[in-house]
């Protein structure tokens, strides 16, 4: 079994990706109800936090049915990550994980995120920093590199490592690859499989099927994989995943009326943690993505973003359920 300080976590654990606008409560608990092992916050600001910022403030919301979960927090100035560490140890949660891999400009250019890849003993210096802060387990995650010419990730591995923390998860990209490209996993099991490296190693990048999850897992011998866009409209993932391991069969693709069913409980989740304008406004970016490859959809996708009504949206979903019964008839 995997565990993270004193945090059992699964004998192979599926962890939900800490994504920015994406990994909210309402999320992760239709991620946690269709069989994620571990979750993420969005990444919240270090500097946000210390100036109390309503926006990160409301990030470190975590609720009891999420657990186990980690805060993320990123930024650039070692005091800054201390602090904002304390802050986000008093919201509760089962670890404190540090983001070095966010590739945005407007992150990484300023240090944070992958910007600190390119410095690494102050990426050693800013993590014992917040180890020796906190009392709860710390984790981080990051990329291989900066660029193909500074992947010194089994180095990184070591500082991470002998500063204190207690899991790593590596995305297998570079910073100037972005989300472009392929990951690569062989980077990934170089340092799991490294005879100085004894902290859990999880794996992400491109795991968007149980096939795939079940031939890196058997590859790359990591102690789990994070999924990240995979699960975007998708939260059945981690159940196929797991269903995949125990039997080497697929689980049929979710029915019309369950994919309904999944979309008005995140709908509900959105409205009650953000109120019903912002809720239902911010529930707009998941529509198309959980009734991804219906055809003639975009009518119905229309009203869903344009409809500021609950009962409307809820009379659509409904309808959508009835008008394509079939939708999905051709899954295995």
């Known amino acids: ?151 010194k990730i089994v180095e990184v591995a070591k500082r991470l ?25 062989r980077f990934i099991a170089e340092v799991k499989n490294h005879p100085d490296i004894h902290i859990p190693i999880f794996g992400n990048g491109d795991v968007d099927s149980p096939e795939k999850a079940l031939e890196y897992k058997n590859k790359y011998g990591v102690d789990g994989i994070m999924i990240g866009r995979g699960a975007i409209g998708n939260p059945w993932l981690f159940d196929q995943i797991k269903h995949y391991f125990k039997t080497g069969k697929k689980l049929a693709e979710p029915d019309i009326n369950e994919r309904v069913q999944i979309t008005k409980k995140h709908l509900d989740f959105s409205v009650e943690w953000k109120g019903e304008r912002k809720g239902i406004f911010e529930m707009r970016r998941h529509y198309t993505n959980y009734f991804r490859g219906i055809p003639n959809f975009k009518p119905y996708r229309t009203r869903l973003v344009e409809c500021d009504n609950y009962a409307l949206i809820i009379d659509t979903l409904d309808e959508i359920g009835s008008k394509f019964q079939n939708a999905y008839s051709f899954a295995e």
Not at 51 to 69: C, F, G, M, N, T
Not at 129 to 150: A, F, Q, Y
Not at 162 to 180: E, F, S, W
Request: proline share 5%; charged share 25%; net charge negative.
């Open 161 to 185: 490592q002998d500063v204190g923390i207690q899991a790593l998860t590596i995305h297998g990209r570079t910073r100037k690859q972005m989300y472009k490209g392929e990951a690569n996993w």
């Open 1 to 151: 079994m995997v565990k993270i300080g004193n945090h059992t976590i699964g004998e192979f654990p599926l962890l939900l990706a800490p994504m920015e606008d994406v990994s909210d409560p309402p999320f992760r608990a239709v991620c946690k109800e269709k069989g994620a092992d571990m979750m993420y916050t969005e990444f919240i600001s270090a500097e946000g936090l210390i100036r109390d910022a309503a926006k990160s403030v409301q990030k470190l919301d975590i609720y009891d049915y999420e657990r186990p979960i980690g805060i993320q927090i990123f930024g650039e100035k070692i005091e800054s990550m201390r602090e904002a560490a304390a802050i986000a140890e008093a919201a509760k949660p089962e670890l404190i994980d540090i983001n070095y891999g966010c590739p945005v400009k407007k992150v990484a250019c300023k240090g944070a995120g992958a910007g600190i890849l390119l410095d690494l003993p102050k990426m050693q210096t800013m993590t014992k920093e917040i180890v020796d802060r906190v009392s709860l387990p710390v984790t981080v995650k990051t990329r291989l590199g900066w660029d193909d010419s500074t992947i």
